[in-house]
């Protein structure tokens, strides 16, 4: 069966130093993956999208690479700052599939 | 900017009733989706309905119903509503394929 795995454990850092999430996943040939975010209380807001033949995307502070042979994705956030502090979810999707299946999402924690 | 509008944001009911969850968008999108959070369990895709007339189930659809009633609204009905469907619901839009955009919620208890 499909499965997703991201760390159940909160992952917890100083203010500055760089975050890095992990998504792993299984029976997934996922054409993209995406991130989101999650603060306690409200939706999910999308971050960034990854395809299959890009190994690496960033966006401002956000990096997130692609390895679809470790069947992995990182996420990095550089230069972390307290309001990074959230819900991060990983959201990797098959050709074709429209609709999204979540990891159980990773929290962190940027410590001032 | 309301983006995915869900009402109500806080519904308890008593085991048997039922209710109606509202999702409404205003970005012209095609897709819509309904999802429920649990605690450990992530996001779990309810019902979708990828275009105006059309309805899917996803991954847990038992004791819930769908209608697209136009392309703006897609509401989520519990008949007869069960502790097991305690739970926070996720209502969200995308255009196609393209990234989805959620509401704020819906936290639902019942007794």
């Known amino acids: 069966s499909q499965k997703i795995e991201q760390n159940s454990e909160a992952l917890n850092i100083q203010e500055g130093k760089t975050a890095t999430l992990t998504c792993n996943y299984t029976?997934?040939?996922?054409?993209?993956l995406q991130w989101y975010r999650q603060d306690p209380g409200r939706g999910p807001v999308f971050l960034l999208l990854?395809?299959?033949?890009?190994k690496e995307k960033r966006k401002e502070r956000l990096k997130v690479t692609f390895d679809t042979t470790l069947k992995q994705s990182l996420f990095h956030i550089t230069a972390s700052q307290p309001a990074d502090s959230a819900t991060y979810l990983c959201?990797?999707?098959?050709?074709?599939?429209?609709?999204?299946?979540f990891g159980s999402g990773t929290r962190l924690q940027v410590q001032p | 900017n309301a983006g995915v509008t869900q009402t109500p944001k806080f519904q308890v009911l008593k085991t048997g009733q039922s209710m109606t969850l509202q999702c409404a968008q205003d970005?012209?999108?095609?897709?819509m989706y309904w999802y429920r959070q649990d605690p450990g369990m992530g996001l779990r895709l309810i019902y979708y309905?990828?275009?105006?007339?059309?309805?899917d189930k996803g991954e847990v659809p038992n004791g819930y119903n769908v209608s697209r009633l136009n392309k703006r609204e897609f509401s989520l009905r519990l008949e007869s509503a069960a502790p097991s469907q305690t739970s926070v619901y996720f209502c969200?839009?995308?255009?196609?394929?393209?990234?989805?955009?959620f509401g704020d919620g819906t936290r639902l208890s019942i007794l």
């Open positions: 959201a990797p999707t098959d050709t074709g599939r429209r609709a999204l299946t």
């Open positions: 029976n997934y040939s996922p054409a993209y």
């Open positions: 990854i395809r299959e033949n890009e």
């Open positions: 970005m012209n999108h095609n897709s």
């Open positions: 309905s990828a275009s105006e007339g059309t309805t």
């Open positions: 969200a839009s995308a255009q196609d394929n393209q990234p989805q955009h």
